[in-house]
């Protein structure tokens, strides 16, 4: 940890924290952050030459592991070719092709440059659109750190226990109305009472940033319902499910369509990548055949296209199904673990994606039931799990993805690491 130390010391002078984001400080369970040489497949290696087995994998945009050879031959042949023009290249209209033909919802889409911009742009354009001013967002959803939407936010803001933020005004919220996930009923409430001014409804339809909580039966079905009886939009912020579960978003698997829905993360390949999509009708309203702007100088960014493209025609021919199976059985491992060893744990896991609650609790249902669970276990396990040489998230909010590129060996050394924890 010698030189990563040293670069942390040196990059706290001149960057806030040391990092370009904060959960990458690690400071919530008490560690400093790991500076990284590179990637290949499921591992990384520090700047002290050390291997980890990556369960981050940049925060979930590289389901296909680190440096896959088709991705980083895709991007060093666009930018071979020249790295932004400002003007429109075909590789967005193949970008754009592979999206809506993956997400039917999808029949129009603008690509952007993150998740934040996405979901930025995506409540601009329901609010242009119906020509309300409210939102409605739930209590541990995020949605990348939007002004408006960083109420109650799970992930980072959760961990930091900013109420919100500074430098938020509090007109700009005053427009978001919070809703509890899970619960319809406040949500009908909600419309009840301001129905008429809510242009959009925004959710993580899997909600990835309070710990993997999945919909109740019908939660979804029951939005759609009352968002098209108000006339408000339904907006799924699909930036982790995208792609994550599926050749698709969650909503193929759940049957639910939404109005817009928003892209991010493994669609760009491991490039800063966004896209908010949706019905042709609603899509035309953005400038320039519409009067709603949006705009981006490196939106579309061809290497950026390239390497998202790539992925997602590997992603096609993937079996998602494979992947799944092999994170339940890791999953199931580790709940014989920690029965073995008394430690009461919540494992919420689907598909790909897991996080683990040290928690007496059966069910993680909402943000307030994540909230309570035992932190300081987690702290512990965070730094078993790196002195082990398993990268993890520094949050239990935040979900431990598997890739693509993650074998058997790399199963077997994770078991092995929580078989010889000590909490
Ligand atoms: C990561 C994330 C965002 C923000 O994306 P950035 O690229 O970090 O701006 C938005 N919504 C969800 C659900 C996310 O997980």
């Known amino acids: 940890m010698e030189r990563s130390n040293q670069l942390y010391n040196k990059a706290k002078k001149i960057i806030p924290g040391g990092v370009n984001s904060p959960v990458r400080a690690c400071k919530s369970v008490g560690c400093d952050p790991l500076f990284i040489k590179k990637g290949k497949g499921s591992k990384i290696y520090s700047v002290d030459g050390d291997e980890y087995i990556d369960l981050v994998l940049s925060w979930g945009p590289l389901i296909l592991g680190h440096a896959h050879p088709e991705v980083v031959k895709a991007a060093k042949q666009a930018l071979e070719l020249g790295s932004s023009f400002g003007a429109p290249t075909p590789w967005e209209i193949e970008m754009a092709e592979l999206i809506t033909d993956a997400i039917p919802s999808i029949e129009m889409v603008r690509m952007v440059n993150s998740g934040t911009e996405a979901t930025m742009s995506a409540i601009r354009l329901a609010r242009g659109y119906t020509k309300r001013e409210k939102i409605v967002k739930f209590i541990g959803c995020y949605h990348g750190h939007v002004d408006h939407l960083l109420a109650q936010a799970g992930s ?229 799990m790196r002195n082990s040489k398993i990268f993890i998230p520094p949050s239990n909010f935040e979900c431990m993805f598997t890739s693509f590129a993650h074998d058997l060996k790399d199963m077997d050394k994770i078991i092995d690491s929580v078989q010889r924890i000590n909490l």
């Open 156 to 384: 980072g803001v959760a961990t930091y226990s900013i109420p919100g933020t500074p430098g938020v005004p509090e007109q700009i919220v005053q427009h978001t109305l919070l809703a509890e996930f899970n619960n319809i009923d406040g949500v009908k409430e909600i419309f009840e009472k301001h129905g008429e001014d809510i242009a959009g409804v925004i959710v993580e339809p899997i909600a990835g940033n309070m710990g993997l909580v999945l919909p109740k039966k019908d939660f979804l079905k029951g939005l759609r319902e009352i968002t098209s009886k108000y006339g408000s939009l339904l907006i799924f912020d699909e930036v982790i499910t995208g792609f994550r579960f599926c050749y698709g978003g969650v909503q193929n698997i759940f049957g639910i369509e939404p109005d817009i829905t928003c892209l991010g993360k493994i669609i760009g390949g491991g490039f800063p990548v966004g896209a908010f999509g949706g019905k042709r009708e609603i899509m035309e309203h953005l400038a320039p055949t519409g009067d709603i702007y949006q705009a981006g100088t490196l939106s579309g960014n061809p290497v950026a296209m390239a390497a998202g493209i790539a992925t997602l025609k590997i992603l096609k021919n993937q079996d998602y199904k494979n992947l799944e199976d092999y994170t339940h059985n890791l999953v199931k491992e580790l709940n014989n673990i920690f029965k073995e060893k008394s430690i009461p744990v919540r494992i919420n896991q689907f598909g790909s994606a897991f996080t683990i609650f040290f928690t007496e609790k059966d069910k993680i249902k909402n943000f307030e039931d994540a909230k309570t669970t035992d932190t300081n276990r987690f702290s512990h396990f965070f730094v078993h």
